[in-house]
């Protein structure tokens, strides 16, 4: 059986080790990642810049006889791009829009962006399979590059730990308020959620914690959560987690990618049993393809 090389600019033990909150691409990458490991397929994790250029481009070389799962690559140099494309079989497990300079076609027509602005066209093109994480996001990247190597997981994935963390939580008492995510991530709109609950005369209250159970156990006693993506987000995991703790969801679903999808209208532990079954068909999907090369 051939062994996976994954490759990614972070992974869930980097915000670990520096005592932060882990990112969400994180996250959920560790869920597949960890699966992969226990099945004993994985060779070896590797950051997307780790070392210089002319090595990494050696190690793929070496390695071209392995499969490579490629989760973010916003670090990596054009020339290991190059070099996988032109050596390797891989696969990308897309969590935005790296077709675009600047990961985000918000602001085109039907968010498609302009030919002379698309990059990395040929990676996308040449990998096994693109695996998004909605069907807003397979559209997306449908329209724009018009390949066929494309699956929709339908959601982000969560460990069995967590979810059995948010079924017992799922059912809190809530308050009358919102939840505003408190965070200086400019893509999550902080301030434009505040303004929304302002000039829609609602409470709200700005909620963080470093811990992220601690987040999900504050989350799970508000009324709701407001949600205003500045960019077409795939999976925004907080409203999803919103939704498995039984709050509502203030969005637009415009940019929120997961409001497209035939089970966005379960909440508390019916969602939750689906999110359950969506990790099973995921996991399995992405374990066969990958055996299957």
Not at 48 to 64: A, C, D
Not at 244 to 258: A, F, I, K, P
């Amino acid at each position: 059986m051939k062994k996976v090389i994954i490759i990614s600019d972070f992974f869930k033990e980097d915000f670990e080790k520096q005592g932060v909150p882990c990112g969400g691409a994180e996250l959920n990458d560790a869920v597949l990642f960890d699966h992969l490991e226990s099945k004993g397929m994985v060779k070896s994790k590797i950051r997307s810049n780790q070392g210089p250029t002319k090595h990494m481009i050696e190690f793929v070389k070496q390695n071209k006889d392995e499969v490579f799962l490629i989760s973010n690559f916003s670090n990596m140099h054009f020339r290991v791009t190059a070099a996988l494309l032109k050596y390797c079989k891989y696969f990308i497990y897309e969590h935005d829009y790296k077709f675009h300079r600047y990961r985000n076609p918000i602001n085109f027509d039907q968010f498609r962006v302009p030919e002379n602005q698309l990059v990395n066209v040929n990676f996308f093109k040449r990998a096994q399979e693109v695996i998004c994480l909605s069907k807003l996001h397979k559209d997306i990247f449908s329209e724009n590059l018009n390949i066929p190597n494309i699956h929709n997981t339908t959601c982000s994935l969560w460990s069995d730990d967590v979810l059995d963390f948010m079924e017992e939580n799922c059912e809190s008492e809530k308050n009358s308020k919102l939840a505003v995510v408190d965070t200086d991530n400019p893509i999550k709109r902080k301030k434009e959620c505040e303004q929304y609950c302002i000039s829609e005369n609602l409470e709200y209250d700005l909620i963080s914690s470093p811990d992220y159970k601690e987040f999900l156990k504050k989350l799970s006693e508000y009324k709701g959560v407001v949600i205003l993506p500045g960019h077409p987000e795939p999976t925004p995991r907080v409203a999803v987690e919103a939704k498995m703790l039984n709050c509502e969801v203030h969005s637009n679903s415009r940019t929120l990618g997961v409001a497209h999808e035939e089970w966005f209208n379960l909440s508390g532990k019916e969602l939750i049993a689906e999110i359950r079954k969506i990790k099973e068909r995921t996991l399995n999907h992405i374990t066969e393809r990958i055996m299957s090369v």
